[in-house]
């Protein structure tokens, strides 16, 4: 650990060790300028939202001081900060670093341009006002760099503007953010909250090594949209928490642009990426007819706001259930790497897909040692990757590599996975799956669209060799998620159905430990044993419906 944030990762462990909860999932919620200022100003305000709160099993709060340019009053956040304690629940602060600056942003005019000194000295305002009510605040992801203006041209110094805007960010971190807060509360822990836009991280000046190390804590935006997959939530949440410094403290979703059956999906997914504390954005969005300053597709962008809450409300419990039994349980799988602060042009967006698949994806910043792996393109730029390749394939060792990342590979490489065999003249034009020697697979697609449409067969035998060393076999469609945990006293898979329609999976498990249905969601209906014998499990899933199988090792 970096000298100097040792303190805070450890007042981090300490925290949750003096709450007897280090393991314990919690959900939050995020409370915009505008509720805070108007609606939790008076008793009855404070109080129907207090009904909601525990009626959604919300336990802590980040109360919003700053978004948009609206300010909230100090006096006005340290009463409803104390009519909120008063009534058990934990309190924290939120800003939200848009429009402070009086120079517009050339590329997206509400971010702040932050070479602006007028700007600037308005972060550090906002961040020691709010310091010097909370211990702890967490940054609405718009703390990155999207200015291209004479200033900032001028500051980049010929650089690339990837190179300038990481290292520019970072001192804007460290010395109008964090320096601040400390000098006036040398408690506060100010979290990052990344977006779920990873692809952009670097372009935009967010480093989420030297960031998260900087901070202590991280917070992972797992936001995925109806037209997104559902399993990148889980993957960026898994890929965050493999950071070396620091710690990804929990997850941040909304209901922007999503229906009921989205929205719980995200809180699912997340807490299967192994998220802490889930943070739900926000009480106007999701309790009230007002979404406030509502920027995303405006007002229609939250019109499912109530039922998206009232379906989380009706699955909360079975997901505090499905967290507190994956407490304490590691995650594992096919490992899918992305090498952090990079983004290729090409299979963008790529590994949050590939646990639609079927694939028991371990999100991974590093190259690791596992029995089997899917590579795209975002493999790359690791220096040890041809190393990496050939001691899999001296291992026999399956695993699949994408064409994009087969074609950039070097020409001895590429012979070595093709062995005898050859690449068909379609590859590169439709969607082909190559199966090889010993379990080595080239896999194309024009789009992920294509992937997921694999013929149900096609899938089983690629996903069965990927599976084989994991000791499972699966049959399912497309638009099927798998997910691997264990301890040294359990097993838990998890089978989650994204389709409209009904599926019948077949999940086949090569050990002797006995199993149970431990739940399924949205209800206990929702999964159907069909038959099970030999640890062969033919299940009947309904539509956007998910399902825990436990296994107890034998002492």
Not at 448 to 457: A, I, K, N, R
């Amino acid at each position: 650990m970096k000298k100097g944030f040792t303190w805070i990762f450890m007042g981090i462990l300490l925290s949750l060790a003096s709450e007897g909860s280090a393991e314990k999932h919690r959900f939050s919620m995020t409370c915009k300028v505008d509720c805070v200022q108007n609606l939790f100003r008076t008793e009855e305000g404070r109080q129907e939202a207090i009904r909601w709160f525990r009626k959604h099993r919300i336990e802590k709060l980040y109360l919003e001081s700053y978004r948009h340019g609206v300010s909230v009053d100090s006096s006005v956040l340290e009463e409803v900060k104390r009519g909120l304690e008063a009534a058990g629940l934990e309190v924290g602060g939120c800003i939200t670093p848009t429009q402070m600056s009086q120079r517009k942003s050339t590329q997206w005019e509400i971010v702040t341009c932050f070479t602006d000194p007028t700007g600037l000295q308005f972060l550090k305002e906002t961040v020691e006002r709010t310091a010097r009510i909370f211990d702890f605040i967490i940054l609405d992801d718009f703390l990155f760099h999207a200015c291209t203006c004479e200033t900032c041209e001028e500051a980049r110094q010929g650089r690339s503007w990837e190179a300038f805007r990481r290292d520019y960010m970072l001192e804007v971190s460290r010395k109008w953010i964090l320096e601040p807060a400390r000098a006036v509360n040398p408690k506060c822990q100010i979290i990052i909250k990344y977006p779920c836009w990873y692809e952009g991280y670097p372009e935009r000046g967010y480093d989420v090594i030297r960031q998260t190390a900087l901070f202590g804590i991280s917070w992972a935006g797992t936001e995925t949209r109806e037209e997104g997959p559902p399993t990148q939530a889980s993957w960026l949440q898994g890929w965050l928490n493999d950071v070396d410094e620091g710690i990804c403290g929990g997850c941040w979703y909304d209901p922007l642009g999503t229906k009921p059956e989205t929205f719980v999906e995200q809180a699912r997914q997340s807490i299967l990426g192994g998220a802490r504390e889930s943070l739900l954005h926000c009480y106007d969005y999701l309790a009230t007819t007002d979404p406030g300053i509502a920027i995303h597709r405006g007002d229609e962008g939250v019109k499912y706001g109530r039922a998206d809450a009232e379906a989380f409300r009706l699955e909360v419990d079975s997901l505090q259930k499905m967290a507190d039994l994956l407490a304490g349980m590691e995650p594992y799988g096919v490992l899918v790497p992305k090498k952090p602060n990079d983004s290729p042009q090409q299979n963008v967006r790529y590994p949050g897909y590939v646990g639609m698949l079927g694939i028991p994806v371990l999100p991974s910043m590093k190259l690791r040692e596992t029995p089997s792996f899917y590579l795209t393109l975002h493999s790359l730029p690791y220096e040890n990757l041809e190393n990496y390749l050939e001691k899999a394939m001296a291992e026999k060792k399956p695993f699949v590599v994408t064409y994009h990342l087969f074609r950039e590979l070097p020409a001895s490489i590429q012979q070595k996975i093709l062995g005898k065999r050859s690449l068909p003249e379609n590859v590169g034009k439709e969607t082909a799956w190559i199966p090889l020697e010993e379990g080595r697979m080239v896999i194309y697609s024009r789009n992920y669209q294509e992937l997921m449409d694999l013929p149900q067969e096609t899938l089983n035998a690629l996903r069965n060799t990927l599976l084989q060393p994991l000791g499972f076999s699966l049959e399912a469609p497309g638009r099927v998620s798998f997910h691997l945990f264990r301890s040294p006293h359990g097993k838990v898979e998890v089978l989650e159905n994204f389709r409209s329609t009904p599926v019948t999976v077949t999940l086949t498990c090569h050990d002797s430990h006995p199993r149970k249905i431990f739940l399924a969601l949205p209800q206990k209906e929702s999964a159907e044993i069909l038959s099970h014998e030999n640890n062969v499990w033919k299940i009947r899933l309904q539509p956007r419906s998910l399902v825990v199988v436990e296994a107890l090792l034998q002492e």
